[in-house]
């Protein structure tokens, strides 16, 4: 759609209508006259006045200027996608980027930061209704609140939309409103219950948003669409009391891309955590950890990117950890953590040969990478090459070893 065509300000004419156009893909005409009997009609193009004879069937209605920038779009008598697009784009132009559809709330991402989500604007928003404020994720959450309290009933919040549309970080958002007007509720209980709740629920707070980094060092990746793309799916619930206070809140993630683990396209990587050890941890700490110098050194790696530009591994590799320490992790869990994440990698680097022609039963090559991942995984050595290459199966109820040809292993 062109950002130059507006409606005329004093546009009250209905015979407006969108009209396919090769090189806006949209564009606006007013339509002269009747259609004919078999469905086509004369229309000048206001963008350059030219006159084209359409079908009806390629004219899609305008609403009139009086719906221009429209904060719920389901009050457009003409509720058509250009309409749709005109508004929602309208309103991008004008650094607005949520725009209601009923119960909907859309967001076009900006791709920059917008200084739209602290607290006094969590307070501008709390207790209200949604027609007294413009269109907000905190709007929406506040909502969910209140109905949550007054109708007694658990509410549900769906964030929906193509990798990089915002999910993540709008879900981030809505937690945070939450934490707020549950924090600030006044008049449920004694003062005292309020501030044994607000030092609780600072705590809470805490360990909500804490959790992210480390949810998204472990489950998140570079693609080319997103360069912190979600390669999971997460249900948070949050539970209150009848007061509308938080008891506790639990996360549950399912449907981990674990396949990015083995193989990325060119412009991807695997998930962030590998490249922050590889760039976070110290020469010391890697050679403990048999960790490699580069992501390309790994088999495993190898074919992806290795860097993010304008993300810096070693300081995210300290947000991690500094998260792990917030969520309670002691060192030894910390360190049990970095020895699977190395045994991980390295079980790409283990190579197989062909023991002998007339036999299928695969060698390992290399032991010494066996070796580590045994020492890593604190197992013993010789019984996970066997249960790489000769791995126990239950035959009739009897258990047997099954030779593994290379492909196998
Ligand atoms: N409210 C926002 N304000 C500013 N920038 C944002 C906002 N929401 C998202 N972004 C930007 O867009 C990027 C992608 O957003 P996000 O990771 O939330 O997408 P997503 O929908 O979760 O994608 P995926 O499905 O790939 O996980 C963010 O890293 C951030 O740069
Ligand atoms: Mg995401």
Redesign the pocket.
Known sequence: MSSSVTLPADFSNKNLVWIPNEKLALSLALVCGEPDSVGWVDVESIETGERLRISTDDCQKSNTAEYENCENMTIFPCLNEPSILKNLKHRFVSNV?YTYSGQTCI?I??????P??TDSISKDYQGKKRKEMPPH?FAIADEAYRKMIYEGKGQTIL?T?????????????IIKHLVYVAGNRSGVDSSSTVEQNRIFMDTLENRLIHVNPILEAFG?SK?S???????FGKFVKIHFDKNGLILGASIETFLLESSRITNQEQDDRTFHIFYQMIQGLSKSQRDVLFIKDKAVDYEFLKNGCDKIPCVNDADEYRQTLQAMLMMGLNDEQINQIHRIASAILLFGDLNFSQVNKDDDQAALVNKNVADQIADLLGVDAQKLIESILKPKIEVQGSSTHRSQTIDQT
């Open positions: 980027f967001f991402n900006p791709y920059k930061h917008i739209i989500y994720i964030c939309g193509e990798s990089g549309a915002g999910k993540t970080e709008n879900s981030k958002k998140n693609t669409k997103n360069y912190n793309s979600s390669r």
